[in-house]
């Protein structure tokens, strides 16, 4: 497309795909729970069919590379578990020697930021993540923090180092861009995982995964069954969880 603002490292073909395969299994499952076997057993045909293509076109089982190896490639494909089970962990790291490499510097955007945050905790890389979203150089999150930001940019260059607002033009100054990382925040920081089984929030794990670099959080969710909070704070190195 002639429009928009393409990925420079993570093909949009490879989204795209990733998707239609993701979307093969939505309907799958949506067919099961609707007694609807014929329909079930054609988008799980389908989605298989896609996995294959995707696995054969752009995936090295040999260096864990998805495409072009960049951190929005390897999360959305660890998100979407098209890759084989035994290849996950090498491909997770290729995701998280990605970020480090570009000095937690990110290249997702819009569609990979959420699933890169998850991914690194899934495969045991929360120390990366914490330093990814506490770092405050020049392009981050905590770089708009300093500049007094309230709400997250949907660039990162919305105001610049020295104060002044890109020549780019006014965007806006409270995105689902680079916010979805809030989601993160719930599901790994404050550790709020609602199950699979119990739709609606009727049932969750609550299981944080603390860092001494955020001293302290205070969660609250208001859900349709009823409200959770999660607070959990350091005193004195040691770690209270309410």
Same mark, same amino acid.
């Given at each position: ?37 014929? !329909? ?6 389908? =989605? +298989?069919?896609?996995? *294959? $293509? ?5 995936? %090295? ?15 959305? !494909? ?6 084989? =089970? +035994?290849?996950?962990? *090498? $491909? ?5 020697? %990605? ?29 990366? $993540? ?113």
């Amino acid at each position: 497309s002639d429009e928009g603002a393409p990925s420079a490292v993570t093909p949009g073909v490879v989204m795209s795909t990733g998707y239609s395969y993701y979307n093969c299994k939505l309907l799958s499952d949506f067919a099961r729970r609707t007694g609807r076997s014929e !329909a079930e057993a054609k988008y799980t045909e389908k =989605a +298989e069919y896609v996995r *294959k $293509a995707f696995l054969d076109k752009w995936f %090295d089982p040999e260096t864990g590379k998805v495409a072009t190896g960049s951190m929005g490639c390897q999360a959305f !494909a660890l998100w979407l578990g098209i890759l084989p =089970a +035994e290849c996950e962990e *090498k $491909a997770a790291r290729v995701m998280r020697d %990605d970020l480090v490499n570009r000095d937690y510097k990110i290249t997702t955007g819009n569609l990979t930021t959420r699933y890169m945050m998850d991914m690194l905790c899934k495969y045991g890389y929360e120390d990366d $993540a914490y330093q990814m979203i506490t770092r405050e150089e020049y392009p981050s999150f905590g770089f708009m923090l300093q500049q007094e930001a309230t709400t997250i940019w949907e660039r990162w260059n919305s105001v610049l180092p020295d104060g002044s607002i890109s020549d780019t033009g006014m965007n806006s100054m409270n995105h689902y861009s680079y916010g979805a990382v809030m989601e993160w925040m719930y599901r790994y920081m404050c550790g709020l995982q609602p199950l699979e089984d119990a739709p609606g929030f009727k049932k969750v794990t609550i299981k944080p995964q603390p860092d001494e670099r955020m001293p302290w959080i205070n969660c609250r969710y208001d859900s349709a069954v009823g409200t959770y909070k999660v607070n959990w704070a350091y005193e004195e190195k040691a770690l209270r969880l309410q």
